[in-house]
Antibody, heavy 116, light 112 residues
Framework: VQLLQSGGGLVQPGGSLSLSCAASGFTFNQYSMIWFRQSPGRGLEWVSAIGGAGRDTYYTDSAKGRFTISRDNSKSMLYVQMNSLRAEDTAMYYC???????????WGQGTLVTVS | DIVMTQTPLSSPVTLGQPASISCRSSQSLVKSDGNTYLSWLQQRPGQPPRLLLYKISSRFSGVPDRFSGSGTETDFTLKISRVEAEDVGIYYCMQGKQFPFTFGPGTKVDIK
């Protein structure tokens, strides 16, 4: 299993950024996927989740209305589009597989988003 | 949201000696299916988190048996029977019962 992340970088407040997560080594469409982020001041935070078929999506309150999670099962790809970015969105972002045991068995390597 | 707390926040240990980390949740982590969705993750410096245990005490594939978990409802414990150098890192408990999934603040384990 491999989750290879891309995207991220430096963006000004109010700007937009898109992150991608390329999955391999498992049947992608059978698993829900999650985005987390981690920053020194806020620790590890759950950001958003999406069901295997892509129909069901969930967001933390701070991401609602600004972030959009999506997936392309034909390409085994997970995405998050982040708009109206704020300084407090600065963090390392991770994609992860949401396992059937309510666990997180596989994580991407992380990608850094800096809003400044 | 379910609040997760951990003690201690720092744990210097001697190689070969045991270590123990406690985790408490602000409400029961038992879901309607009867399972308790408490996981432990390890994060080594510069690495993403890595799953160690799920549903309190089930070890993920490849995790050494020196790691064990116990607890019920709201109080949980991670034990390392004999700490090795590769165990240095930050350990997090996480609840997967309901969104938003939440993490404890982390316990830093290092070698004395």
């Amino acid at each position: 299993v491999q989750l290879l992340q891309s995207g991220g970088g430096l963006v000004q407040p109010g700007g937009s950024l898109s992150l991608s997560c390329a999955a391999s080594g498992f049947t992608f469409n059978q698993y829900s996927m999650i985005w987390f982020r981690q920053s020194p001041g806020r620790g590890l935070e759950w950001v958003s989740a999406i069901g295997g078929a892509g129909r069901d999506t969930y967001y933390t309150d701070s991401a609602k209305g600004r972030f959009t999670i999506s997936r392309d099962n034909s390409k085994s790809m997970l995405y998050v589009q982040m708009n109206s970015l704020r300084a407090e969105d600065t963090a390392m972002y991770y994609c992860a597989v949401w396992g059937p045991n309510g666990d997180l068995p596989y994580w991407g390597q992380g990608t850094l988003v800096t809003v400044s | 949201d379910i609040v997760m707390t951990q003690t201690p926040l720092s744990s210097p240990v001697t190689l070969g000696q045991p270590a123990s980390i406690s985790c408490r949740s602000s409400q029961s982590l038992v879901k309607s299916d009867g399972n308790t969705y408490l996981s432990w993750l390890q994060q080594r410096p510069g690495q993403p988190p890595r799953l160690l245990l799920y549903k309190i005490s089930s070890r993920f594939s490849g995790v050494p048996d020196r790691f064990s978990g116990s607890g019920t409802e709201t109080d949980f414990t991670l034990k390392i029977s004999r700490v090795e150098a590769e165990d240095v890192g930050i350990y997090y408990c996480m609840q997967g019962k309901q969104f938003p999934f939440t993490f404890g603040p982390g316990t830093k384990v290092d070698i004395k």
